[in-house]
């Protein structure tokens, strides 16, 4: 089973950033498509990023350009490092272990605690 813990989030203000880790543990992370989701308030959890285990990466059109998602096989991280953020990204983040074919993520079925990112002047 997979273990994995977010970095505490924050208020950033429009225009900010804001860098997002998680430590997964308790597999082996090489192996796993690595996914950040999120979810506001009254909407459905949404795909951010994903990293496959190559490195490529996919990302929302929403984020595209404003994000970057990364990982580090050695230390067992993913990082989502979030730019030029706006009110619409608030959010609770989370970071997935998830697998990836036909052209799509597949949410795997362990979860962070997810982290809260707020961004507002």
């Known amino acids: 089973q997979v273990q994995l813990v977010e970095s505490e989030g924050g208020l950033v203000q429009p225009g900010g950033s804001l860098r997002l880790s998680c430590a997964v543990s308790?597999?082996?992370?090489?192996?796993?498509?690595m996914g950040w989701l999120r979810q506001a308030p009254g909407k459905q959890r949404e795909l951010v990023a994903h990293?496959?285990?190559?490195?490529?990466?996919e990302y929302a059109d929403s984020v595209k350009g404003r994000f970057t998602i990364s990982r580090d096989n050695v230390k067992n991280m993913v990082y989502l490092q979030m730019n030029s953020l706006k009110p619409e990204d608030t959010a609770v983040y989370y970071c997935?272990?998830?697998?990836?074919?036909?052209?799509?993520?597949?949410?795997?079925?362990?979860w962070g605690q997810g982290t809260q990112v707020t961004v507002s002047s």
């Open positions: 308790g597999s082996i992370f090489s192996t796993y498509v």
């Open positions: 997935n272990a998830g697998s990836y074919y036909s052209g799509k993520y597949y949410p795997g079925g362990n």
């Open positions: 990293i496959r285990t190559g490195g490529s990466t």
